[in-house]
């Protein structure tokens, strides 16, 4: 199991921008990928954006091309940098991390987007 430190989040004013991080223990198993996904209220947990170990990226539909995801493979960091964000962002976010283990994730952290 990884265990996941997640920083970031707050109130974000429509059209702002936002960076979250995430920074993973080295367990047992190697990490293959990491990422974060977002629940807002009465919603299902959606992906928000995933990088794997090798580079590749994927990202959730509703966020495509105003975020970033990045990985530091030294210090198992992954930051997430999201712009334009919109009142729709609001949610818990949490970071995810995958080894043939299975999925950990993280305690979660609120954005949420208001004027």
């Known amino acids: 199991q990884v265990q996941l430190t997640e920083s970031g989040g707050g109130l974000v004013q429509p059209g702002g921008s936002l960076r979250l991080s995430c920074a993973a223990s080295v367990g047992r198993y190697p990490i293959n990928a990491m990422g974060w996904y977002r629940q807002a209220p009465e919603k299902q947990r959606e992906l928000v954006a995933i990088i794997h170990i090798g580079g590749t990226t994927r990202y959730g539909d509703p966020v495509k091309g105003r975020s970033t995801i990045s990985i530091n493979r030294a210090r198992n960091t992954i930051t997430l940098q999201m712009n334009n964000l919109k009142p729709e962002d609001t949610g818990v976010y949490y970071c995810?991390?995958?080894?043939?283990?299975?999925?950990?994730w993280g305690q979660g952290t609120q954005v949420t987007v208001s004027a």
């Open positions: 995810n991390g995958k080894t043939s283990w299975g999925d950990s």
